[in-house]
């Protein structure tokens, strides 16, 4: 497979949230990617756990208040950059970029302060992509 190479920004799409063109912050310093999480519940139907998420927050432009569930989700120690450590949820699903479909794991996170609802960490980018800090939006320029 020949790496594509990708920006610091990259707008990418997720089939399965019906999201298209959120942009993304590819960040070689953290080793998951995640996703900004409004709400994050866990609860327990006939005594299997399923979590519930809305994704993005109402002040995004794409936010459209839809939930999610799954039972294919697990838990995972996150350590941010200031080195704190939390546990989040974690669960799969796919993302586009250049025309190509990706299984991806993401953190569901709180990112209402960052700039960039999605975060692109090593464990996704490693043996797909070059990443060059200069560019940006080469995948939505490949649409």
């Known amino acids: 497979?020949?790496?594509?190479?990708?920006?610091?920004?990259?707008?990418?799409?997720f089939p399965e949230f019906e999201l298209l063109d959120i942009e993304s912050k590819v960040d070689t310093g953290a080793y998951t990617s995640a996703i900004h999480t409004h709400k994050i519940e866990e609860t327990t139907i006939n005594g299997e756990k399923f979590i519930n998420f809305t994704l993005l927050d109402p002040e995004h432009?794409?936010?459209?208040?839809?939930?999610?569930?799954?039972?294919?989700?697990?838990?995972?120690i996150i350590k941010s950059s200031n080195g704190t450590s939390e546990e989040r949820f974690a669960i799969q699903t796919t993302?586009?970029?250049f025309n190509e479909t990706h299984n991806i794991e993401l953190t569901l996170s709180e990112r209402s302060d960052m700039k960039y609802p999605i975060l692109l960490g090593r464990k996704f980018l490693t043996k797909k992509f070059i990443v060059d800090t200069s560019q940006k939006n080469n995948s939505f320029k490949s649409k």
């Open 95 to 97: 993302v586009t970029l």
């Open 61 to 76: 432009i794409q936010y459209n208040e839809k939930e999610f569930s799954t039972k294919n989700y697990h838990k995972r």
């Open 1 to 13: 497979m020949t790496k594509k190479t990708i920006g610091r920004i990259e707008k990418i799409d």
